[in-house]
């Protein structure tokens, strides 16, 4: 016998003993005397949740066996699925959406000291020079939408979009700025909207994940990987984040050597004995640990069948405007209507890079700016056509924006001008948009003032987006809840108003 | 003096529960072991018409007021003054003749007297609906609101104005009562105003009475609605100030006045008056249980039925895992009929379903949207879907189906849409399908974006000081 399996021994009888002396008498009774009363605890306390701070009556039954079966809306749903474009980085409002002349005629002239007064940016500094719209803007469609000349394609399709046009925030730095429009807190630690949604309806396709995440722009949103992350949720909530080139899930194939049956009963071997495992110890987290193997498993087969967009017709691939083998937004974009199709829950897409400070080039709002918006235009535009012609636009929900606006003033960094136009972060107005599932079509909502500097009317903000989309989800976003650390928590939090206004 | 009067509602307590316990006390007398009660009996009928005295006297200040309904107010004081006179003489009788067979005939008479006057106290303090179930109901409320569906065609005063103030001010400033002498319901009298002036001048908001009581901080005392009550919405006052400063005109249509662009998003939203029932095509009322045992089986074969919201028995049944589930889809459908009251919503799409499997589903007469894309069906399977009528959305993409068996459907008339694309419906046939649905949204997709030399063009920085700066 080796000095380690000695050791082992050792540890071992040490924790048997530890158990044993668990048992006594003294035990015995202190558990008789304490444990009354616990128990008389434990029937008083759920009263208190479900009627005074529990879910409204029907709570959501998290079965740890199937953490991922379909479950119901609080009410009928409109969208039975999410498309989330999130352009990270904040595209500026000022040269797609939010159409300002007066800024025209301010361009070049120093900004009022009533605009600076009280007022905090992540860049500029001292007194900044207005910037007029960088673009020409025309109005499209029935409904007159304005949208300038860096969105050609989109413009064609203005009578299927909703704008926001006074969306506000209170966060200027990308991280927390992202955290707060996609988990409802601008510090760490909450469920991103995905995780909440696939917490709360499950997902129709048990062969592939509930909610999935996909990037672009080379680059990951500043907050990382928490945008989609579960929080307090079961990590079987959190986005999966796949990918459009090579293998769609790191380490989906079964290394070489391995066959599909030999992969079955390893898994069927390890699932064996967490069962045993939890005939012990009777934890749910164990049933959970099962399912995902299981899952895992299938989802070798129809994820990389699923992810595979070269079955797509040549049509689609010219429509969508896809790079076959690259990683881009375009193949993102394809994908996701792809996956909506086969019945995942949500999909979260993230393009980095628009962030237009005008500190180099490519980030500059007359140059970096407009070939970001060449490279996504096409396939959103794409996207919205293909959802509609298939009938999905029905009950998908399309969401288009950033996680803050634009400045009206030119960026000086540090007091100097920049060596490119630039617009810093901006919080009191931005514009987002939205298509699909019961959203009003060729509308817009909300107003900015003539430069574009504040909201004038229909003032919303990342609460009201996101009661809005639960609420076409079906859910109430007051009482859709999940306890933690002894109270519940909302997506978002004590906020948020259900936008009726863009509803049909 | 006259601030006694508004003692009366608190006074008024005192006779009703004074003169109430007499004669409770005078029926437990009656029994021989609360018999030593009787003498207790006038005592507190004396007490009653006291604080009745009292209360005549403080309700008659109060009435001078004027800010009650007249008729109501004239019962109740003469009503109220009886039973004071009633209950004096019920005393001097008892007192004088002891208890007999008159003296329980009066003393009826004296209950069936506080029961009415108290009640139409209540009605004034009140409002006559106070007793009415559910809260109360705005005593206007038999007018009924129908749907604005363009607000600009709306009257800006009968179907956006009066509601509000219908809602919000009638209750006290209405038909029944008027206080501060101001009576709402009336043109004439709304425009007039007043114990205090008018309240309302056509052409500056901001400087109307009504507006600025609006405004004012809710703890105000002058804040109006006071403060326990429901208060006004921003959009409200919004359009209630708009309407004013525009003239405050009672005949005009929205479209007819001028329409700043701070008022558009609270026009807007008055359009869009029941959003809640349209955000989805199941119905509002509700339906029996589906059988639990067609569900089961439907379950096993691999379709997911799922109700469509908690305590909901509306059903979506979605087919598509079945055929992965190892069953046949032309075997499944033909169980669905036993769900055919509660079935909404139906996914068959790109299974093996076929012409004869539309005629289980045809029978399935509560459906709303149906799914059907990407299936074997073709023409002569549509005809069985004729009876569908409650369909809203179909879905037909890349099946085999062509104008002729579209246009078979064309009595669906509640058909919202119908989805096309990759079908043998092409343009040709747009106008012949238009005719036949002229309220539904077809799309036949196919669509194509134009290749513009911007895809894939790359701006790039101009170079430092060279004429492409600007």
Redesign the interface.
């Known amino acids: 016998m080796t000095q380690k399996e000695l050791y082992n021994q050792r540890l071992l009888r040490e924790a048997e003993a530890a158990v044993a002396r668990r048992g006594t008498r003294r035990h015995f009774l202190q558990d008789c005397a304490m444990g009354f009363g616990a128990l008389a605890l434990g029937s008083l306390l759920p009263s208190c949740h479900s009627s005074s701070m529990g879910t409204g009556?029907?709570p959501i039954v998290f079965d740890p066996a199937h953490p991922l079966a379909?479950r119901?809306?609080?009410?009928?749903?409109?969208a039975k699925r999410v498309i989330y474009l999130h352009m990270a980085g904040a595209p500026s409002q000022l040269e797609l959406f939010d159409y300002k002349p007066a800024l025209e005629k301010l361009d070049g002239q120093n900004c009022p000291a009533s605009l600076l007064e009280g007022k905090r940016f992540a860049f500029i500094r001292g007194v900044p020079k207005m910037l007029g719209p960088q673009a020409r803007f025309a109005q499209h469609g029935q409904s007159g939408a304005w949208i300038s000349e860096n969105m050609?394609?989109l413009a064609?399709i203005a009578d299927e979009l909703c704008f926001l046009k006074a969306v506000t925030t209170d966060q200027f730095n990308h991280a927390p700025a992202q955290l707060l429009v996609q988990t409802g807190s601008p510090r760490l630690g909450r469920p991103s909207m995905g995780s909440w949604v696939t917490y709360g309806l499950g997902t129709?396709?048990q062969n592939l994940p509930g909610f999935v995440v996909l990037t672009s722009g080379g680059k990951f949103p500043d907050a990382g990987k928490s945008v989609w992350g579960s929080g307090f949720l079961p990590s079987v909530y959190q986005g999966v984040q796949c990918r459009s080139e090579g293998d769609p899930v790191l380490f989906i194939k079964d290394p070489a050597g391995m066959s599909r049956d030999l992969r079955k009963a390893s898994i069927d071997a390890i699932n064996a004995v967490n069962a045993e495992e939890y005939k012990d110890y009777g934890d749910p987290e164990i049933l959970s640990r099962i399912s995902q193997y299981e899952m895992a498993f299938k989802m070798q087969l129809s994820v990389p069948e699923t992810m595979n967009i070269n079955d797509e017709p040549a049509?689609i691939h010219?429509?969508y405007?896809t790079q076959p083998g690259k990683a881009c937004f375009a193949n993102n974009i394809l994908l996701a209507r792809k996956l909506v199709e086969k019945?995942v829950r949500f999909v979260q897409l993230f393009d980095w890079g628009w962030d237009s400070h005008g500190t180099e080039?490519s980030l500059?709002i007359?140059?970096?700016f407009?070939?970001k918006c060449?490279q996504v235009?096409?396939s959103i535009?794409?996207l919205i056509?293909?959802l509609?012609?298939?009938?999905l636009l029905?009950d998908t929900l399309v969401i288009w924006g950033g996680e803050f606006g634009r400045t009206p003033m030119m960026e000086n960094r540090e007091g100097k001008p920049n060596p490119?136009k630039g617009r810093d972060h901006h919080t009191d107005a931005f514009t987002i948009f939205m298509a699909g599932a019961?959203v009003k079509k060729g509308f817009s909502?909300?107003?900015t003032d003539e430069i574009g500097y504040s909201a004038?009317?229909?003032k919303t903000t990342a609460f009201d987006v996101q009661a809005t989309i639960l609420?076409?989800l079906?859910f109430d976003h007051e009482k859709f809840t999940y306890v933690f650390e002894g109270r519940p928590f909302r997506l978002t939090d004590v906020f948020g108003k259900v936008i009726?206004?863009i509803?049909? | 003096m006259r601030w006694i009067a508004h003692f009366h509602p608190v006074i008024v307590h005192l006779p009703i529960g004074m003169l109430l316990a007499a004669l409770l006390l005078q029926v437990l007398s009656g029994r021989p072991a609360y018999a030593a009660l009787r003498p207790a009996v006038p005592v507190v009928l004396l007490a009653g018409a006291v604080s009745a005295i009292a209360s005549c006297v403080t309700g008659w200040l109060l009435a001078a007021d004027g800010d009650y309904e007249e008729s109501l107010v004239a019962w109740h004081r003469w009503l109220g003054i009886s039973l004071t006179l009633l209950s004096l003489v019920v005393y001097w009788r008892v007192r004088r003749r002891g208890f007999d067979r008159m003296h329980t005939l009066l003393s009826l008479g004296l209950l069936a007297l506080v029961v009415v006057t108290g009640h139409l106290g209540g009605s004034l303090t009140h409002g006559s609906d106070y007793l009415a179930v559910g809260g109360s109901a705005s005593p206007a409320s038999a007018e009924v609101d129908s749907p604005i569906v363009n607000v600009q065609a709306a009257k800006a005063y009968a179907e956006i104005v009066r509601p509000i103030l219908r809602d919000n001010c009638f209750s006290c400033h209405g038909a029944t009562r008027q206080k501060g002498g101001l009576r709402m319901d009336e043109t004439a009298a709304l425009m007039k105003g007043g114990k205090d002036g008018v309240v309302i001048e056509p052409g500056n908001g901001s400087g109307s009475e009504l507006i600025k009581r609006l405004l004012l901080p809710e703890e105000e005392e002058h804040h109006m609605p006071p403060k326990q009550k429901k208060q006004l919405t921003e959009r409200q006052i919004a359009l209630l100030h708009w309407w004013i400063d525009q003239g405050a005109d009672f005949t005009r249509r929205v479209a007819e006045l001028k329409q700043p662009?701070?008022v558009?998003?609270a026009l807007?939203?008055v359009q869009?008056v029941h959003?809640?029932t349209?955000?989805?095509d199941?119905p509002s009322d509700a339906v029996e249980a589906p059988d639990r045992r067609a569900v089961e089986a439907l379950r096993a074969k691999g379709v997911?039925v799922?109700?469509?919201?908690?305590?909901?028995n509306?059903l979506d049944a979605?087919l598509?895992?079945a055929a992965a589930a190892g069953s046949k889809v032309q075997e499944v459908v033909v169980l669905l009929s036993a769900l055919k009251k509660q079935l909404l919503s139906l996914r068959v799409d790109h299974t093996d379903v076929g012409d004869s499997g539309l005629a289980a589903i045809g029978q399935c007469v509560a459906l709303r949207?149906l799914?059907l894309?990407g299936t074997r069906i073709t023409d002569a399977g549509l005809a069985a879907l004729r009876g569908l009528r409650e369909l809203r959305?179909l879905?037909l993409?890349g099946t085999g189906v062509s104008v002729a068996g579209v246009e078979g459907l064309k009595r669906l008339t509640k058909l919202r849409?119908i989805?096309l694309?990759g079908t043998k419906v092409g343009h040709e046939d747009w106008t012949a399908l238009k005719k036949a649905f002229p309220k539904t949204m077809l799309?036949?997709?196919?669509?194509?974006?134009p290749v513009?030399a911007?895809?894939?063009?790359?701006?790039?920085?101009p170079a430092p000081g060279g004429p492409g700066k600007k």
């Open positions: 009556g029907n379909p119901l809306p609080m009410f009928p749903a409109r050609p394609h064609t129709e396709n049509y010219e429509l405007g019945g080039a500059a007359d140059v970096g407009i070939n060449r235009d096409r535009t794409a056509l293909d509609k012609q298939r009938g029905e490119f019961g909502y909300g107003e004038i009317s229909g609420q076409q079906g009726e206004d509803l049909v | 662009d701070s558009r998003p807007l939203a869009s959003p809640r349209m955000v989805s199941v997911l799922m109700p469509v919201a908690q305590n909901s509306w979605d598509s895992g949207s799914d894309a959305v879905n993409v849409a989805y694309y799309d036949t997709g196919g669509y194509s974006l513009l911007t895809d894939t063009a790359v701006v790039r920085a």
